[in-house]
């Protein structure tokens, strides 16, 4: 007798009855306590099912079991093997694929399933004098949450919330759990680590690294190239992924969700797990992050309605996919089935409320060619003097401060001074480089001025000429994940784009390499013309970029600049 499969499937609805939201978690917080509460409680509770079921078998709805299916422990979900069974060392999770956007949004569902059935449960805990009927309300209507981190900082902490950095809850942050009589009591943070217990619960599923904690990074504003990504790429293809082969990939195409994906995951992580794809689905922030790349998703599909999936040979191996293997829209998302026999596939998961509950924010501002328009002054284009103006971030004020000391040159930029002519030059930085150059995360950054070689890279975030990075999630030498192992052997090339228009505040941490030491690292800039839409309407992107050879070019003319710029015998 075959056996019965898990389902994946969104949380039913009422008929009649708006889809729920999915809320930024600051948002949550603050004006949705009594969700808060309970996702708090629910989380906790989740974290705690036991990973195996009291015959021995494993328990796919636990925690461990659902967070293992990105990565480690290697092993079969839902009884879904590939071509050679579970010998291979790789996870289901679709990176360097055209599937990397499709096959994480049926991954979400189960957690949130999961994770939504505690709520309810931790909801009928309390008791009626403890406004049970309030309680039970709130989670009927409760989605999971995501963490919006391309908002721009309002203060000096940066866009991390300080609720994700403590161990436990206490004081204001307390939790009102059923029978604290409706006081805010201390509760272990169920957002700040998972907690293996035991580290390996089935034989060979981790190393003995340090998995305890990790590190979120601060003052992160994304926003300039996620709205950049979202709006003027065009073709699903090269937004989808960072491994779309270099055949079809022409330049100004470097950018993608993956990309900024990457960045995220390198820089939240300290010592922890985020940094590591093996790893990274047991870290609670994961699925804050992923429940936003999927908005992401959503936004750019409800922008650029006819461009879908196509076919496309996969550069990474996966769980059940053998690197180059051919992928489209039919291609089976394993290991989550729609049915008992069928499973998902992009085009199954296409209409974003047949697998998610909706957002509660769909479309995003915060491009330069809206700032313009609406003349929208931030902290970074101020038209007042900086004595003047009020109500600035710690960080940024800082930064404007030693800009105008190192440059001479006043703390603001007047936007009455760009798109004069309904136009504007949105200029970019790319990338192109082996993913494992370095045998391990590293990241490439980007300044504006003078040379910065002999700055400490400990000081890097100070500096007022940083503009951004390309993160690079390569793997150790000896890395345990068959795949990474095979995309070593093959010198695999991912690409990046950095917007130069608005400079950003970034913390890098590492050591510095030089630039000719990282194997077939290649940098050019580039610009695209954008129009200021009128009002109501979008900014729109020129279908082509124009390179600029001369500024990766020694000075002198005489070849690669730093040995890494791209000449113009490279176009």
């Given at each position: ?25 600051r ?5 949705y ?13 989740f974290?705690?099912?036991?990973c ?49 956007p ?5 991954f979400?569902a ?16 309390y ?36 609720f ?8 204001k ?19 700040h ?86 790893t ?27 461009s ?27 290991p989550?089935?729609?049915t ?62 030693r ?6 040159k ?44 002999q ?8 500096e ?28 695999l ?11 950003l505040v ?24 954008v129009s200021i ?39």
């Amino acid at each position: 007798m075959a056996t019965e499969k898990i389902i994946t499937k969104s949380i039913p609805v009422a008929p009649d009855v708006p889809v729920p939201l999915r809320r930024e978690i600051r948002d949550l917080k603050q004006n949705y306590p009594d969700q808060w509460n309970l996702y708090i409680q629910g989380l906790k509770a989740f974290q705690e099912i036991p990973c195996k079921n009291s015959d021995g078998t494993p328990n796919y709805l636990s925690y461990y079991e659902i967070a293992g299916i990105h990565g480690l422990p290697y092993r079969a979900y839902n009884n879904v093997t590939g071509k050679d069974g579970e010998k291979k060392k790789s996870g289901y999770c679709a990176h360097g694929s055209i599937l990397l956007p499709t096959w994480h949004r049926p991954f979400l569902a189960p957690f949130e399933e999961v994770l939504y059935l505690m709520v309810g449960k931790i909801a009928g805990d309390y008791l009626e004098t403890e406004r049970r009927a309030e309680y039970v309300a709130a989670a009927k209507d409760f989605r999971m949450p995501y963490w919006h981190w391309a908002l721009e900082p309002t203060t000096a902490g940066g866009v991390t919330p300080e609720f994700l950095l403590d161990e436990e809850l206490k004081g204001k942050d307390g939790i009102v759990t059923p029978k604290s009589k409706g006081e805010r009591v201390p509760f272990p943070n169920p957002l700040h680590h998972f907690k293996f217990n035991p580290l390996n619960p089935q034989k060979g599923g981790f190393d003995d690294r340090n998995m305890a904690d990790c590190e979120r990074f601060k003052n992160k504003n994304l926003t300039e190239r996620m709205v950049y990504l979202i709006k003027s790429y065009n073709t699903y293809a090269p937004f989808s992924n960072k491994g779309w082969l270099e055949s079809k990939r022409t330049r100004g195409e470097e950018a993608s969700l993956e990309d900024i994906h990457d960045l995220v995951h390198d820089k939240v992580d300290g010592d922890g797990r985020m940094g590591d794809i093996a790893t990274s689905g047991f870290d609670p922030i994961f699925w804050l992050h992923h429940t936003n790349i999927d908005r992401l998703f959503a936004i750019w599909q409800a922008i650029h309605p006819n461009s879908y999936v196509e076919s496309q040979q996969t550069t990474q191996e996966t769980f059940v996919a053998k690197t180059g293997t051919w992928e489209d829209n039919n291609t089976d998302l394993g290991p989550f089935y729609r049915t008992q026999i069928k499973m998902w596939t992009s085009e199954t998961v296409k209409d974003t409320e047949d697998i998610i509950a909706a957002f509660d924010k769909l479309y995003e501002s915060g491009s330069l060619a809206i700032r313009i328009r609406d003349n929208i002054q931030t902290g970074l284009t101020l038209k007042a003097p900086l004595s003047d103006v009020e109500e600035v971030g710690g960080r940024t004020q800082e930064f404007l401060g030693r800009r105008q000391e190192s440059t001479g040159k006043k703390g603001y930029v007047d936007l009455d001074s760009l798109g004069s002519n309904g136009k504007y030059l949105e200029w970019l930085t790319n990338f192109k480089v082996q993913k494992h150059a370095l045998r391990g995360t590293f990241s490439v950054e980007v300044f504006l001025g003078p040379d910065f070689a002999q700055i400490d890279c400990a000081a890097w975030d100070l500096e007022p000429g940083r503009v951004g990075t390309f993160s690079v999630l390569g793997s150790r030498e000896g890395t345990g994940c068959e795949r990474c192992r095979k995309d070593q052997e093959s010198q695999l090339i991912v690409t990046s784009q950095v917007l130069l228009t608005l400079a950003l505040v970034e913390n890098p941490d590492g050591s510095e390499v030089p630039r000719a030491d990282v194997a077939d690292l290649e940098v050019w800039v580039s610009s695209n013309e954008v129009s200021i839409p009128s009002e109501g309407e979008q900014p729109i992107y020129a279908d082509t970029v124009d390179i600029y050879p001369e500024i990766t070019t020694r000075r002198d003319g005489t070849g690669r600049g730093n040995g890494t710029g791209l000449t113009r015998d490279r176009i």
